[in-house]
């Protein structure tokens, strides 16, 4: 069973950038997408971005235009690159498959956007 493990993430200045990474134990080309969730306290979890074995993407409107995300499936990792962070993008990260499995949440990155 393919394990993820999530990295990057710390404390960051409003404005700043951020990179995220996902790395799994197996191969992620079988997943037709991937996706970066985030769950900020008292909220639900929700998917930040997605990226298909094909490249496409596709992004939450709260992060469009300052997240990117991309895969690298010949290292079977996910990444998402953060910028013009706000402090509302204080939250824990996950990566999973979209849709998402249960079996593949990990322990997530904590990201906290504070001066």
């Known amino acids: 069973q393919v394990q993820l493990v999530e990295s990057g993430g710390g404390l960051v200045q409003p404005g700043g950038s951020l990179r995220l990474s996902c790395a799994a134990s197996?191969?992620?080309?079988?997943?037709?997408?991937m996706g970066w969730y985030r769950q900020a306290p008292g909220k639900q979890r929700e998917l930040v971005a997605r990226?298909?074995?094909?490249?496409?993407?596709n992004y939450a409107d709260s992060v469009k235009g300052r997240f990117t995300i991309s895969r690298d499936d010949a290292k079977n990792t996910v990444y998402l690159q953060m910028s013009s962070v706000k402090p509302e993008d204080t939250a824990v990260y996950y990566c999973?498959?979209?849709?998402?499995?249960?079996?593949?949440w990990g322990q997530g990155t904590q990201v906290t956007v504070s001066s």
């Open positions: 999973n498959t979209n849709p998402a499995q249960p079996k593949y």
């Open positions: 197996g191969s992620i080309f079988r997943f037709a997408y």
């Open positions: 990226v298909s074995n094909a490249g496409s993407t």
